[in-house]
């Protein structure tokens, strides 16, 4: 099987995606960054009532048009509690910001642009426009209108409004369920004591956390060994749980103790491919195993974590009715590179900032597919397409950005 491009490997792996139309209906707090699954219109008018926008006196218009005009204060209209009576010729009303408007009253006049007066008496300063500093009844939405669609991310503003329009719940897509199965004798959970020939697993932590930060709910699968029997036992409770996706973390290349890719197979599993033309991250395996694809990241840690970011993160996305989502930012190198070969190079790197705003990559001078360490230090990964020449300092690059640089 020829090495896959990585463009082509994503085409295939989004064609698995069938995203889930089941839905639930979650409080308010619960619905941050969750995926709105129905239009949802106001259940009342806002604001409910013409209201003031802010501290001062409400006034018929036709009383200040002049500069120098005296009027009798009748009374006050805060918020939750409204001036009662109706303003009359030569009248104001104190009034505060939210506060219903006063009946016959056409204006707001700004506090500030007035002068009290000896008992109830102010004299107007200025003379505002008619209708100035009044919210109207509706001017915000009114009751049944759609305000919020469906296949909105629900984001504080969002939310924010699903309150005023007096919705204590939402109804939102599930989260696709990921089940992550990390495979190996020589593994051990953190926490452990390690013997001579085994290490701390680690892929799984950052494997779940691009998941997670995507859309997605998380299947723990464990630890298993390097058994077929054992692997095959795991792969069931995935299914039984009805997982959205299997990732699988290790053991999907054709070695001696590789089992997964033959487990799997032997499971039921559709094999796509198995290898792509990139650094790191040859050996990524993709399959179908009854409706369920699978995604068999490699072991090493930072070829893990550099497939999740390529291949599980716009697969989570779709599958949580998320939109898609670009991580490709362009720089400018400040180190020499040399020319690569027929893979694709995700070279760590650390970002900074030039005065004008444009950003510097500069590539970690190791970049073994173990160390993660470098992987945790970089702000990005410099693309390096198939083929591309040595590069001096001031080209231009294309950077896949972790993080913003500080």
Known sequence: MSLLSVEEALTRVLAQARPSRETERLGLHDCLGRVLAEDTGALLTHPPFDNSAMDGYAVRHEDIANVGAELTVIGQSAAGRRFQGRLGPGEAVRIF????????????????????????????????????????????????????????????????????????????????????????????????????????????????????????????????????????AAVAKAQAAQADVLVTLGGASVGDHDLVQSTLVACGMTLDFWRIAMRPGKPLMVGDLAGMPVLGLPGNPVS????????????????AHLPDRSRLIAAKLDAPLPANDRRQDYVRAHLSREP???????????????????????????????????????????????RDPA
């Not at 893990?304 to 599958?319: D, K, M, N, Q, Y």
């Not at 970089?378 to 693309?383: C, E, K, T, W, Y």
Request: hydrophobic residues 45%; negative net charge; contains cysteine.
């Open 97 to 232: 910001t939210g506060a219903p408007l006063a009946a016959g009253a056409d204006t707001v006049i700004l506090q500030e642009d007035t002068e009290r007066l000896e008992g109830d008496r102010i004299r107007t300063l200025f003379a505002p426009a008619k209708g100035r500093h009044i919210r109207l009844a509706g001017q915000d939405f009114k009751q049944g209108e759609v305000t919020l669609s469906a296949g909105s991310v629900l984001d504080a503003g969002r939310l924010t409004l699903a309150a005023s329009m007096n919705h204590p719940t939402l109804p939102v897509f599930l989260r696709p369920k990921i089940a992550i199965l990390a495979t190996g004798d020589e593994l051990l959970p953190p926490g452990s004591s390690p013997g001579a020939d085994q290490i701390i697993a680690s892929n799984s932590f950052g494997v779940a956390a691009i998941a997670r930060e995507n859309g997605a709910d998380i299947l723990d699968l464990g630890i298993v060994s390097d058994d077929r029997a054992a692997i095959a």
């Open 304 to 319: 893990s974590l550099v497939c999740a970011l390529l291949f599980l993160e716009p697969l989570a996305r779709r599958l």
């Open 356 to 402: 004008d705003g444009s950003l510097l990559a500069h590539p970690f001078a190791r970049q073994d597919s173990s160390m993660t360490k470098v992987f945790a230090q970089s702000d990005g990964l410099i693309v390096r397409p198939p083929q591309t020449p040595a590069a001096t300092p001031g080209d231009s690059c294309i950077v896949l950005k972790l």
